[in-house]
């Protein structure tokens, strides 16, 4: 697109901070708070913008101010343009790994915390010692990513619906192995189809209900299976397993990861299952920070060495 310098010059960008700080705050006050303006020019800025897009922006509510459709559509486009412009204007547009000082925010699944993580930190305590990392477990995460509260997520399996600002980068994939305790379910591997559907089932699932993966494959063949718990967390199961007369299909670096420690059997699924990608995914307004990109490249060099398979940087 040809940049109408004309019109643009006449624009003033300090309206998009306002912006922003408008659509995040969703509050007059809180906003001028954020960008270190008194109330009454935060209110001069909203008049302004709403004069400039032919739009309430913000309308009251019964609890507090609320976007229109227009503003909603507007809250990506401006952050990553800020973002852009933040990293063009920016004089640190190098990344001393060694002298730096970031917090950075990954949202991951316990199994791929236990596989990945010990990796990475070992890694970021060697050679970035004022890097930090927190580490959260997320059911919503492009709402996280787009709300600024995550860095980076690594997904295991097929990812929810997003959007363009969304980037995404395949780190691997996984398939799955069934994973039960041989003398207490009177089965040696490979387990039968029969057997399978026989025994009950423990499921790892964040959602609600207890259909999965396997659930859809044995419906194709006519078959169901008794599902007997459902956790949300990966690695309690080869523990519930290793107790109980039970069985559980799961991710197969997880499950060989646990079946030698705990004395577990490992089989082939006797029904046919999709592979299941891993996924590192991060907002696009992070797309050209260099710490940001520092820490996809450490992520996706660490996911080969750990034995996920990658894609190029």
């Not at 990945?116 to 930190?121: C, M, T």
Request: glycine share 6%.
């Amino acid at each position: 697109m040809a940049i109408d310098h004309i019109n643009l010059s006449r624009f003033d960008l300090n309206l998009l901070v306002a912006l922003d700080a408008l659509l995040t705050e969703r509050s007059v006050t809180r906003a001028a708070a954020r960008v270190g303006l008194r109330q009454s020019a935060m209110s001069h800025n909203l008049a302004r913008l709403r004069a400039l897009f032919g739009d309430e922006l913000l309308t009251r509510g019964p609890e507090g101010m609320r976007p229109t459709p227009r503003a909603l559509a507007l809250v990506d486009p401006v952050r990553i343009a800020l973002a852009q412009i933040t990293t063009l204007v920016s004089r640190d547009d190098t990344f001393d790994v060694g002298t730096a000082e970031r917090l950075f925010r990954i949202g991951l699944p316990d199994s791929a915390e236990v596989l990945f993580g010990p990796a990475l930190l070992a890694h970021v305590c060697e050679a970035a010692p004022g890097v930090r990392l927190r580490h959260y477990a997320t059911d919503r995460l492009f709402d996280e990513l787009d709300a600024d509260n995550l860095d980076l997520g690594i997904v295991f399996g097929p990812l929810p619906e997003g959007r363009t600002h969304h980037k995404q980068r395949v780190l691997g994939t996984d398939n799955f192995l069934c994973m039960f305790k041989a003398d207490r379910v009177g089965v040696s591997p490979p387990i039968s189809l029969e057997d399978y559907v026989r025994l009950p089932h423990v499921l790892t699932s964040q959602r609600k209900g207890e259909q999965g993966v396997v659930d859809e494959a044995l419906a194709s063949l006519g078959l169901r299976r008794m599902v007997v718990l459902t956790t949300p967390r990966f690695v309690a199961v080869p523990f519930l397993v290793a107790g109980a007369a039970v069985v559980t299909t799961m991710h197969a670096k997880l499950a060989r990861f646990f079946a030698g420690a705990l004395g577990l059997s490992l089989s082939p699924v006797p029904v046919e299952l999709r592979e299941q990608p891993i996924t590192l995914v991060w907002h696009a307004s992070y797309d050209r920070d260099p710490a940001h990109m520092w820490l996809r490249r450490t992520v996706i060099r660490i996911a080969a060495e750990v034995g996920w398979e990658h894609g190029s940087v």
